[in-house]
């Protein structure tokens, strides 16, 4: 199951960033299947309350509405009657942010005895207080950012209920998409700082730490490959040069300690206008070649340098 968790992740991701917010089964394609069943299977998605009509599996002429009764789904066909369906022939599945509140919970650490509390509803939630580096910090989990009217609410939620500069907003919003880079709380997105191992939630303690880290503290120090803030790169012995675009990738990554860093955040913090980190270096081989050596990067838009 390991290989198929960094997709169902980002497919759980999605499903809560989306407006609809639904997994339509049908539309799958096979690559992403295997992370569907995933999260099915874990109960991580739940079949919608507004499922689409699905047909009778009896007479097969009329559509039939899906309702849960007696724990089985049911639909009241005119011709036979009440019909069982099959969870098979039910297509809308959706994420459940109530899981998500108690995951985060878990994977925080955060005292049981404390529950989450919705601030907006159904896009911004306070997931509890979490202590660290001598600081009580309010965890906030928001969605669909990038929506004006949410992001509205958002802010006035943050201003209303949440003392200042206590905040750690952690989004299934881009930072880019989310316009946030106004405000002074540690933003950061769902899919960096977690992993999804067994239907559950892990922390990526390292990233965290970092996240909630002042920007000038952040780790600087010295690397043993990049030189002369991170325009020259010596690799067993061969010497890359970079541009000042090309440093800020590594330094970027340099900071984040190993961590995987999402390329919407790497190209916001540089403030390039490229859909992605390999898209500086592509246009001069030797640079490019320079990138490979030292950076990995995953389908999912992640990137981090090689140990
Ligand atoms: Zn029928």
Not at 94 to 110: K, N, Y
Not at 129 to 144: F, G, P, T
Not at 190 to 199: D, M, P, Q, T, W
Request: net charge negative; aromatic share 8%; hydrophobic share 40%.
């Amino acid at each position: 199951m390991r290989p198929v968790a960094p997709r169902a992740l980002s497919m759980l991701v999605s499903t809560l960033e989306e407006p609809d917010g639904k997994i339509v089964e049908d539309s799958l394609d096979t690559s992403d299947r295997d992370a569907f069943l995933a999260l099915r299977e874990y109960g991580l998605i739940k079949a919608t309350q507004d499922a689409p009509l699905a047909l009778c599996p009896w007479c097969g002429e009329h559509d039939i509405e899906p309702r849960r009764m007696d724990k089985m789904l049911q639909g009241l066909c005119p011709e036979c009657g009440y019909i069982p369906i099959t969870n098979a022939s039910l297509k809308a599945w959706s994420a459940d942010p109530e899981w998500l509140l108690v995951q985060l919970r878990l994977a925080l650490g955060i005292a049981s005895r404390q529950t989450s509390e919705e601030l907006v509803p159904g896009t911004l939630w306070k997931v509890g207080d979490h202590r660290q580096n001598q600081k009580v910090w309010r965890i906030l989990l928001a969605r669909r950012l990038s929506d004006h009217a949410t992001n509205q609410a958002f802010r006035a939620a943050l201003v209303e209920k949440v003392e200042r500069d206590t905040a750690v907003i952690i989004s299934t919003t881009s930072k880019s998409l989310a316009l946030v880079s106004d405000l002074s709380s540690p933003y950061v997105h769902l899919a960096e700082i977690v992993h999804l191992r067994s239907g559950k939630l892990e922390l990526d303690k390292n990233r965290w730490d970092w996240c909630l880290k002042p920007a000038h503290l952040r780790d600087h120090d010295a690397s043993t490959v990049f030189f002369e803030n991170f325009r020259l790169a010596v690799l067993d012995g061969e010497e890359y040069e970079f541009s000042i675009h090309q440093g800020a990738v590594f330094s970027y990554l340099h900071a984040a300690q190993g961590g995987k860093c999402h390329k919407d955040s790497i190209m916001e913090d540089i403030n390039s206008s490229q859909k992605n980190p390999a898209e500086i270096f592509r246009h001069n081989p030797r640079q490019m070649e320079g990138f490979q050596r030292t950076v990995e990067w995953n389908d999912f838009g992640f990137y981090w340098l090689k140990r």
